[in-house]
């Protein structure tokens, strides 16, 4: 002890009393968001409130307007966003102009019985104990008071809605319902619930103060209370502790705080916290939050550099797509246990009904309310809140989805929209049986577009036979017209007759051309004059298929021009290509056509390979396994072998190397090409190359097309 006191010697000693006038109402307030030299004392306190068991204080401080860091034009519009143009009592802002600010309080700690205030005065320490600790923060609930403003406009803009909602507010005046016992389950979770306890809240009164400043004659004499009143009075006992039991309630050992969370609503999660989860939990909380959204903004919320392909497994378990966008499913938003928050409808009944609104708009753009809740029996209140998830009110439209339908992410993921199709199938049967409607009950309108119509291949064969058979006709009433001459041809006649009609755009069915089928296409070798352009360049029968003989072309023995260009710009998209996928390609760009327009009309297999070897494509006899089975159209393999470019020379070496063997690795290919090219061949050439022309499995590198499972 003798050492230790040498090291740490006593340089002054203090009484210390404890005070306890003020021990209930002492309260500290922290001002975390404001600088500590940029106090409040000098501004004008317009007033004070507090709920003493909340501990929830609020100021409310005037803002110096005349201060050249005021925006005058933007406190303007606050005020006029806030009140309106109306002038009343019940206006935030009497100058029309932004001119306080409100300062509300939360909780820095809830356990304030180690904290304590102290004064120093004449080598005496007076302690007052802390009632409680509090952050002060704006208060910006003037911008809810606008935003309500705001909708209250466009409610009233709307003319208070569709008539259909006003006949279903009389419905639900005179509707009568009776409460069911509530079980002691439900009471808890009423009781714990987030409006429970902002009720409970809110039940507290204010308590109004008036405010003093620092320097305030009344503000000294309360700072008189920090002081032990009684010292006087009460006889000084001695401390008749032990030094180690005097230390130890000093500094009693460190136990382990009980954490208190803050009271706040059970659905809310920082994006930091949502982050922590597994990427499942991840989507589904954002989905029971959100309800609605595209795929790509679910990627923007989730963590950069999120698989879309793991995203894409996990919004299928809690998501249904509808219009290309994902809505939560009806048993994530209410479980087997809970029941409607309204009604007390149990959560079973409310699934079947939230999925007849989500299989309705898969169905449709907008839904009617009143056809809905027909149907599905449910109580109003139910049947809103369904809409309201997914939907919003238009002015005699009834209730239009919330976001424009999705196409492109269809269009990338047809895997996952057939999939997604084929379990509304399965839905929609389920709520047929359940409600006793049909399909054709809820049919869709007809867009003004007509739908792409799938033709098979005999119906194929037919429409060219048929063609080809009116055009002859044609073609020899003409023939006898001109023999007859001018003279006895109707006045006002047509020199040549044709009675088809327009086709409707055709989405043809990936599938081989028969013999039957080829021997139709074929037809125009032995249709006489005028029909190879007719089969060539646009549907037979069509106005392109009944042109003259010489025009666009004729039947000269190759491909059209517009074919020529279509595959040489598909060649140099894709380098390298399988016949049976050329004609894909083909069959979907056809399809996109719009109704009438028809440039290369019925292709056979024929043409459509010497377009390809018209436009500096070769074919690549690839040596594939014997073990492997493919079909004739999968064993062509065609490669961009021209196309002007310092490239091609690197093309022509990789498709020689595989002429020799269906795959390779990729230090061969680096090797022979520099062998052929020299050392001037860089790792970025050979990558871009493969990347071209081929794809990868095992370590391999196989021809676009080729590689087999």
């Not at 030299?37 to 909340?54: E, R």
């Not at 079980?183 to 204010?206: G, H």
């Not at 999660?269 to 679910?298: C, E, I, W, Y």
């Amino acid at each position: 002890m003798a050492s230790g006191d040498d090291d740490d010697p006593i340089i002054q000693e203090f009484d210390v009393y404890l005070a306890k006038s003020l021990a209930e109402k002492l309260y500290l307030f922290q001002y975390p968001v404001r600088p500590s030299t940029m106090t409040y004392n000098d501004a004008t306190h317009l007033s004070a409130k507090i709920k003493p068991k909340q501990q929830k204080v609020e100021l409310e401080v005037a803002m110096d307007t005349m201060s050249p860091n005021y925006c005058r034009s933007k406190g303007e519009q606050i005020a006029l966003n806030v009140d309106g143009t109306t002038c009343d009592e019940s206006n935030l802002y009497s100058v029309k102009m932004m001119d306080k600010q409100t300062l509300t309080s939360i909780q820095a700690t809830t356990d304030t019985s180690r904290y304590a205030v102290a004064v120093i005065r004449k080598g005496e320490i007076h302690l007052t104990p802390l009632q409680g600790i509090l952050q002060m923060r704006p208060s910006f609930t003037y911008l809810d008071k606008a935003d309500t403003k705001h909708r209250e406009r466009e409610a009233a803009n709307e003319d208070g809605g569709s008539s259909q909602d006003e006949a279903e507010d009389d419905v639900k005046a005179i509707t009568v319902r009776f409460s069911r016992p509530e079980s002691e389950q439900a009471r808890q979770r009423r009781v714990q619930s987030y409006e429970f306890l902002q009720k409970k809240q809110a039940e507290e009164p204010w308590v109004h103060l008036h405010y003093h400043g620092i320097k305030d004659g009344r503000s000294d004499h309360e700072r008189q209370y920090l002081f032990c009143q009684s010292m006087g009075t009460t006889e000084n006992t001695e401390l008749v502790k032990t030094p180690g039991e005097y230390l130890a309630m000093l500094m009693p050992p460190v136990t382990e705080e009980k954490v208190v969370k803050p009271t706040g609503p059970s659905n809310v999660l920082s994006m930091a916290q949502l982050r922590t989860l597994p990427l499942g939990d991840q989507v589904k909380t954002l989905m029971k939050n959100v309800k609605v959204m595209p795929f790509a903004n679910l990627m923007g919320l989730l963590a950069p550099g999120t698989d879309s392909t793991a995203v894409l497994r996990c919004i299928q378990q809690v998501a249904m797509l509808v219009q290309g966008n994902w809505v939560v499913k009806s048993d994530v938003l209410y479980p087997k246990t809970s029941c409607s928050p309204h009604s007390g409808v149990p959560a079973e009944v409310l699934c079947r009904g939230r999925d007849f609104v989500m299989w309705r708009f898969t169905q449709e753009r907008s839904v009617m309310r009143k056809e809905v809740a027909a149907l599905i029996k449910l109580p109003p209140e139910d049947v809103k809140d369904f809409l309201e998830q997914m939907s919003s009110p238009r002015v005699n439209r009834g209730w239009e989805f919330l976001l424009p339908s999705d196409h492109e992410f269809v269009k990338k993921h047809p895997d996952v929209a057939q999939r997604q199709h084929m379990l509304w199938l399965g839905i929609q049967a389920k709520l047929e049986k359940v409600f006793g409607f049909s399909k054709e009950d809820f049919a869709p309108k007809k867009d003004s577009q007509a739908d792409p119509v799938h033709v098979s291949g005999e119906q194929r064969l037919k429409t060219a036979r048929d063609g080809a058979r009116d055009n002859q006709a044609s073609l020899q009433r003409d023939l006898d017209a001109r023999r007859k001459g001018p003279a006895q041809k109707p006045s006002g006649a047509a020199s040549r007759i044709t009675t088809s009609t327009s086709p409707p755009p055709v989405c043809i069915k990936e599938e081989p051309l028969s013999e039957s089928e080829d021997e139709a296409m074929d037809l125009s070798d032995n249709a006489g004059p005028g029909l190879a352009n007719g089969s060539l360049n646009g549907y037979p029968g069509s106005p392109n298929g009944s042109t003259s003989d010489t025009q666009n072309g004729g039947h000269t023995g190759g491909p059209g021009p517009e074919l020529q260009d279509f595959v040489r710009s598909t060649f140099r998209r894709h380098f390298v290509l399988t016949f049976s996928e050329m004609k894909r390609h083909l069959n979907l760009h056809l399809a996109s056509q719009p109704p009438g327009h028809c440039p290369f009309g019925t292709v056979p297999d024929r043409t459509l390979q010497d377009a390809i070897l018209f436009c500096q494509c070769r074919q690549i006899v690839v040596p594939f396994p014997p073990q492997i089975k493919l079909a004739t159209d999968e064993q062509k393999v065609f490669g961009l072998w021209e196309s002007g470019e310092t490239f091609d020379r690197y093309r022509q070496i990789l498709f020689e190397l595989f002429s020799k063997n269906y795959r390779v690795r990729k230090n061969v290919v680096m090797a022979r090409l520099n062998q052929e090219l020299g050392d001037d061949v860089t790792k970025s050439d050979v990558d871009r190359l493969l990347k071209d022309c081929c794809t990868t499995q095992g370590g391999m590198w196989y021809l676009k097309g080729t590689m087999q499972s």
